[in-house]
């Protein structure tokens, strides 16, 4: 039997990409999207040729947080071009080829691994130093093979993000672990957003209207955005909703992996994703952006 023509053919685009990093979580709507599109923002801000390719089918947010909603893909004979925010900064999303954000919830396995794999290979980047990969939360059978595959190009590493509570660090555990287990060093660790949104994680609920389950924490922290923003700055500020303070570093000891930092709980970094910019050039990102900068300087 010989070679796997897709990891074969993967290899080969991504032979133009210096270097692979990813982006996991364990659970989803703990921030990695958030991230992975500052930390594109901010290799770009450093002059970097930058790719951001976004392959969490659970909730393509990329799109939204780069201030490129609604925009389509174009194909040349050299395969799927990237959307470009910046000369040096392009993006590649399963969002732009949603017509409507709620159906990526109702794709079934092969159906989003086949497309994962296609855009592993299909799309060109060209020469670029960074690419930042948004890859879907937790560690089921499709995430595997999503990691094996882009293992087959060897990346870098990956970055995991998580909140301070217990529920979010049982999950990073297990993130580190499949990390372990396939290969992929661990950048480090990033804790992100202490408080507050735990709470209703593991609620599901479902919303009228919708087809399917929907995360209640994303459901509740858009409600709260909308009808009481005033909140989140509460929230930002207090320290009560955090009950395990230093937990993911205390982990990260534990199982002899990097941490990198806390970002706090930040109303201005949530309404600059919300608004697709970065937050490192805006001054009222003063809770996260020197936070999330010295994460990325240690990698
Ligand atoms: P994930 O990719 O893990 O599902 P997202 O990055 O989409 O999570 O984040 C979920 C929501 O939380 C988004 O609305 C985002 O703007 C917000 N958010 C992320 N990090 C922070 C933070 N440090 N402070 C405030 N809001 C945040």
Redesign the pocket.
Known sequence: KGPDPDLVAIAERMATVKHKILVL?G???????????QLSFALAEMDHQVGLLDI?I??P?IPK?LGLEGQDIHQSNLGWSPIYVESNLGVMSIGFMLPNPDDAVIWRGPRKNGLIKQFLKDVDWGEIDYLVV?AP?GTSDEHISIVQYLQATEVDGAII?TTPQQVSLIDVRKEINFCKKVGVPVLGVVE??SGL?QAFTDLKFVKPGLAGEIDAT?WA??YI?EKAPEL?SVV?CSEVFDSSKGGAEKMCHEMGVPFLGK?????Q??KA??EGRSCFADQRCSA?APALKSIIDKL
């Not at 659970?27 to 599109?37: D, E, H, N, R, W």
């Not at 970002?263 to 109303?267: E, L, R, Y």
Request: net charge negative.
């Open positions: 979580s659970k989803g709507g703990v921030g990695k999207s958030t991230f992975s599109a969490d659970c909730g947010s947080m948004d939360p993000v992100n957003m949104r994303e922290m858009n955005k989140l930002a970002v706090p709980m930040d109303p970094l949530c994703a919300e996260s």
